[in-house]
């Protein structure tokens, strides 16, 4: 347990002495807001065709834009966080030189991601298909999922969660390529399990309570548009805080386990993030 106090301390200690860690992921969630709010205005059914092209073509520029500056911000936190962790000090440079040289490895993740999720979605089609024939039958099980189906899906994407937790931080932190990052990261987690479990837990069960928190609140205020928006960025603060220590709580269990490695850090490690 001395481990997980020195993890969690240490993460809690940096985070106070340099909040600006938090900068990276409240960027994003104002990105997210933006995408948010153009949706909800390409859905406004008071538009005329030609003002409903323009809309959504505004709303696919937010999508690239979102593409791109989301992978930026998202490897300058853990570039940020990776200095924090060796030097006690982060700065936006940091960040910026992470953005700058992994975004596009961060980009491939997610076209591997998708073209992969795309073929398990299929597969999972094509056996639910087969195991439930009737079609009536397969939309009540999808719009009223059973609360053993609602906890295995939870238990699955708890499991995805654990092997895959190191994948960014290996990419942006250890300089990997995707599908090594991917690789690495289900070889830590299954190598160090007993590091990795109980550094997931407190994660999930905070963000756990986080999420019930924030639905509540949406179920309170959903009928009173001014207030909803409130809430809604009042969430994503919130969401970008915590997403902020949490990448800082990756990120250094990531780097201890590989200090601690044989194998250790590739040799294209980043190490001018931390001089």
């Known amino acids: 347990m001395a481990g997980v106090r020195e993890l969690f301390g240490r993460s809690w200690r940096l985070y106070r002495e340099n909040p600006i860690l938090a900068v990276p992921a409240l960027l994003l969630q104002g990105l997210g807001l933006l995408i948010a709010l153009s949706a909800a205005l390409a859905r406004q059914p008071e538009h005329d065709l030609s003002r409903?092209?323009?809309?959504?073509?505004?709303?696919?520029?937010?999508?690239?834009?979102?593409?791109?500056?989301?992978?930026?911000?998202?490897?300058?936190?853990?570039?940020?966080?990776?200095?924090?962790?060796?030097?006690?000090?982060?700065?936006?440079?940091?960040?910026?030189?992470?953005?700058?040289?992994?975004?596009?490895?961060?980009?491939?993740?997610?076209?591997?991601?998708?073209?992969?999720?795309?073929?398990?979605?299929?597969?999972?089609?094509?056996?639910?298909?087969?195991?439930?024939?009737?079609?009536?039958?397969?939309?009540?099980?999808?719009?009223?999922?059973?609360?053993?189906?609602?906890?295995?899906?939870?238990?699955?994407?708890?499991?995805?969660?654990?092997?895959?937790?190191?994948?960014?931080?290996?990419?942006?932190?250890?300089?990997?390529?995707?599908?090594?990052?991917?690789?690495?990261?289900?070889?830590?987690?299954?190598?160090r399990a007993r590091e990795t479990v109980v550094m997931v837990i407190p994660l999930a069960l905070v963000g756990g309570l986080l999420f019930l928190g924030g639905s509540a609140l949406d179920g309170v205020v959903a009928h009173q548009p001014w207030t909803a928006a409130l809430a809604q960025i009042a969430a994503a603060i919130v969401e970008g805080l915590w997403g902020a220590y949490v990448t800082l709580v990756v990120t250094g269990r990531f780097l201890q386990l590989e200090d601690s490695s044989p194998q250790g850090l590739p040799a294209e490690t980043m190490r001018p993030i931390y001089e």
């Open 52 to 191: 409903a092209a323009l809309v959504l073509a505004f709303v696919a520029l937010w999508l690239v834009i979102y593409f791109v500056g989301g992978n930026y911000l998202t490897a300058a936190a853990f570039g940020m966080s990776a200095a924090a962790w060796r030097v006690d000090l982060a700065t936006l440079a940091d960040g910026v030189r992470a953005g700058a040289r992994r975004w596009w490895a961060l980009a491939t993740l997610w076209f591997l991601i998708v073209g992969v999720g795309t073929l398990v979605a299929v597969a999972t089609y094509l056996v639910f298909a087969a195991a439930v024939p009737s079609e009536p039958a397969r939309r009540a099980i999808v719009t009223h999922p059973s609360a053993a189906l609602r906890a295995a899906v939870i238990a699955v994407a708890l499991v995805f969660w654990f092997f895959t937790i190191y994948t960014v931080p290996a990419i942006v932190v250890g300089g990997r390529r995707a599908l090594d990052g991917f690789v690495r990261s289900v070889t830590l987690a299954r190598k």
